[in-house]
């Protein structure tokens, strides 16, 4: 492997961390910001929310300096828009939930990001996520593991990272806790050391995504009809954008027992609402299947996994059977709440991803 590392800094205490530990190994390191949006220049950072701020790219930048490595911002805004802004958007439009942060490490951490080290003569790619990457000895396969911090493991959004790409990929924080990561953080004396950490999206920093896309976009969205399953009119919505499978909260009807949203009918600008029994389910389908353990299987093969429907959600043991197409069912062995359609299944061995896809 060769001994040098682009480091994708953030600003945050986690990458720059990461940054650190690359260059105890003996890397020969640069640091990189990714210019990806305009709303960069209009995050208010003392709100703690969100990363991508020009005091995030002035925070990594004087951690590069104090570790002795070259820094430099990379301007991939065209990028971000195509692969992660509006792909978010369309999803929302045609009624599926979109996850932008599996976008962004698929189109540019890890593609894009990967495509420049390599022009620059960088073979590695470094990031500040919670997840492992080995190699199995026995297949040669290259495996993407859980973190150790159970809090903070972020492997299911790293899902779709191939074999090539997990070759030159390296998670140097997969095998600390969060806590051990603040104190490192303290002992080199990093300016961000304390820094809270990012929870939206970095292009909605203030959490109300309807906003940003009817903003981004010049468009307003119709109200319709709520309705239960048998087509009786509940009351009126607000815009189809607003509401997500599985949301109970927001939908302003007032019953005996509470209402969830189990279903949107972009075609008939309909939300279809429905008591906690009608949301559960033991099936569901996702395509595009990224398989890292293992090579893809043939059509009709079944295997058991755990799997995770959404990010931060418990696994549970399911049933998977590959289809014709390539695409998967999922049969889970107890009923779970209906996972929202453009959300990611990912399939887990233990602490191993076996592969993942988007349900559909």
Not at 11 to 35: K, N
Request: aromatic share 8%; glycine share 8%.
């Amino acid at each position: 492997m060769s001994k040098r590392a682009l480091i994708a800094m953030s600003g945050g205490v986690d990458s720059s961390v990461a940054a650190a530990l690359m260059t105890e190994q003996g890397y020969e390191c640069m640091g990189v910001t990714m210019r990806l949006h305009e709303e960069m220049a209009d995050v208010d950072v003392r709100s703690g929310k969100t990363c991508c701020s020009l005091d995030d790219v002035e925070d990594a930048r004087s951690v590069a300096f104090q570790l002795g490595i070259p820094f430099q911002v990379f301007n991939f805004k065209e990028d971000f828009e195509e692969k992660v802004i509006q792909r978010f958007i369309c999803a929302y439009e045609n009624g599926t939930t979109p996850n932008p942060c599996i976008d962004c490490n698929r189109f540019l951490k890890f593609e894009r990001l990967y495509e420049r080290a390599k022009v620059l003569g960088y073979d590695t790619i470094v990031t500040g996520h919670y997840a492992r990457v080995e190699q199995d000895p026995a297949t040669g396969r290259w495996l993407l593991k859980k973190g150790v911090d159970d809090k903070k493991d972020q492997s299911y959004v790293l899902y779709s990272l191939t074999q090539d790409q997990l070759a030159h990929t390296v998670l140097p924080l997969g095998g600390f806790t969060k806590p051990e990561i603040r104190v490192k953080a303290e002992t080199l004396g990093f300016i961000n050391a304390e820094k809270a950490e990012s929870q939206d999206i970095c292009f909605v920093p203030d959490g109300n995504y309807t906003a940003f896309i009817e903003k981004h976009t010049g468009k307003t969205y119709p109200e319709g009809e709520f309705v239960n399953k048998e087509g009786k009119v509940l009351g009126t919505h607000k815009g189809i954008i607003h509401y997500t499978v599985g949301q109970r909260r927001g939908l302003g009807i007032a019953a005996e027992e509470s209402y969830y949203v189990l279903e949107k009918d972009t075609e008939s600008n309909r939300v279809v609402l429905g008591f906690r029994n009608e949301l559960m389910t033991q099936d569901f389908d996702a395509k595009e299947m990224n398989w890292i353990a293992i090579t893809e299987p043939a059509p009709g093969t079944t295997l058991r996994a755990m799997v995770r429907s959404r990010y931060h959600q418990n696994e549970t043991e399911a049933e998977v059977t590959v289809l014709p197409d390539g695409n998967i069912r999922i049969h889970t062995l107890t009923p779970v709440r209906r996972p929202a359609k453009g959300q990611a299944a990912v399939l887990y061995d233990g602490d191993v991803v076996i592969g993942g896809g988007e349900i559909y």
